[in-house]
């Protein structure tokens, strides 16, 4: 009898090997997003009762074509700055403001009255705005976002709560938060909170809207609890998949013992991460120390995920993909900063060489958003499969 979890599905790319290929000779570095396994994600969560209403985070990967996507499966869109807002316009200019989340943090007060004027949803995170543009927030319904007091997350630099972050209203001034409102004529319609990103503690959603909903039977005039984004994804090859179905079960519980609230959620990486890969070249092959290194053309410029946050991905040589014997090679790109690493003593074929076409693996999110031209790197391209 076997234990354990059941083996994950090979990745897309390793179906699409060809098509990556000759994608990889029109020039490297590039992005390449496959469509359906946005969708197959996107259906994952869209076959969960317990939500009411599905916002997809932009900030993970806002190209157009995926923006199109999510919104077809019936996701809305959450956005940050007044940027997002205008791509997600210029991608759909006919999507309803009412699918349109504004979320910001410390932006500037243009950007909150701009996105009233839009019609999409505000939320706001502290006091202080309303004290100091009451005339900006009179008389609308606002979403407000509480800081719950502790955060969490695959890494301290993306946990976003507790006294050390920068969000969030902090629980003991919500009433004083309500009671400005009240006296500027603000609804609050919604109750928001998101913890930080990649977090594998599954238990943690379910807690955090038995808190919300505890604020929001207070607060009175709230119909929505937005529990965030966060959910994870198996960046490593022999990692378990995150337990959808059991999160699942967690929220339905939750949704039984406060039935008079939506249910709203708005990832970002569990959406786009697996379907997206970075091409690039080898550029050249070094031994140095005993350390063999490859370097590649696309740098922590393109991707600065491992750089900032030591975070794990996946690196193959799609050139040689069935290629046995294999060596230890540290992964690096061309940035002149030592933190311009990939990955460090990976298993690639032993003849990696120069021009060899290399793909890093779950760049789908946080990849291409995150991306520079420090060192005068030109930007990744990118590309759709269908
Ligand atoms: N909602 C809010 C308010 C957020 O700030 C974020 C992410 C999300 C939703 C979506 O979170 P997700 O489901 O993608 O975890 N650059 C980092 C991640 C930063 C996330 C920032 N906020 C990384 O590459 O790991």
Redesign the pocket.
């Known amino acids: 009898l076997l234990h354990g979890a059941p083996q994950r599905a090979a990745p897309w790319w390793r179906f699409e090997r060809e098509r990556l290929l000759a994608l990889a000779e029109k020039n490297t570095p590039r992005y390449v997003y496959h469509l359906p396994t946005v969708r197959e994600r996107a259906r994952q969560l869209s076959a969960i009762d317990a939500i009411d209403r599905r916002y997809y ?1 932009i ?2 990967n806002p190209h157009p074509a995926i923006l199109r996507e999510l919104v077809a499966e019936g996701f809305g869109l ?1 956005c ?1 700055s007044q940027g997002e807002l205008e791509r997600v316009f210029d991608a759909l200019p006919e999507l309803a403001a009412e699918r349109v989340l504004f ?1 910001p ?1 410390f932006a500037p007060i243009d950007e909150y009255r701009t996105a009233f004027e839009r019609g999409v949803t505000v939320t706001v995170d502290n006091v202080e705005l309303l004290r100091n543009w009451p005339e900006a927030f009179r008389g609308r319904a606002l979403w407000l ?1 509480v800081d719950l007091g502790y955060g969490d ?3 301290e ?2 946990s ?1 709560g507790g006294k050390e972050a920068k ?1 969030g209203l902090p629980a003991q001034r919500v009433d004083e938060f309500v009671d400005l409102a009240r006296s500027l004529g603000i609804a609050i319609t919604g109750l ?1 909170a ?1 913890l ?4 594998d503690n599954g238990g943690h959603w379910k807690a955090m809207l038995d808190e919300l909903a505890g604020f929001a039977r207070r607060i009175g005039s709230v119909d929505t609890i937005d529990i ?4 994870p994804i198996p960046y490593r090859a022999d990692e378990e998949a995150f337990d959808l179905d059991a999160w699942a079960e967690g929220l339905a519980e939750m949704k039984h013992l406060h039935p008079a609230f939506k249910l709203a959620i ?5 959406l786009v991460a697996e379907a997206g890969v970075l091409l690039a070249h080898a550029t050249q092959v070094v031994e140095k120390d005993g350390v063999r290194r490859v370097g590649l053309d696309a740098g922590m410029n393109a991707l600065i ?1 491992p750089a ?2 030591d ?1 794990w991905h996946d690196i193959a040589n799609l050139s040689r993909l069935d290629d046995t014997d294999e060596a230890m090679f540290d992964i690096v790109g061309p940035i002149c900063e030592s933190s311009d690493l990939f990955g460090k003593d990976r298993r690639l074929p032993r003849a990696t060489a120069p021009g060899d076409t290399m793909l890093v693996a779950d760049a789908g ?2 990849g291409s958003s ?1 991306a520079s031209e420090y060192n005068l790197r030109a930007l990744p391209a990118e590309d759709i499969v269908e």
């Open positions: 985070a900030k993970a959450e940050v979320t943090s976002r997350g695959h890494h630099k993306v976003t969000f928001h998101h930080g990103s990649g977090i965030g984004g966060g959910l708005e990832p970002g990486r569990f995920r900032l946050y975070a999110a946080y995150m």
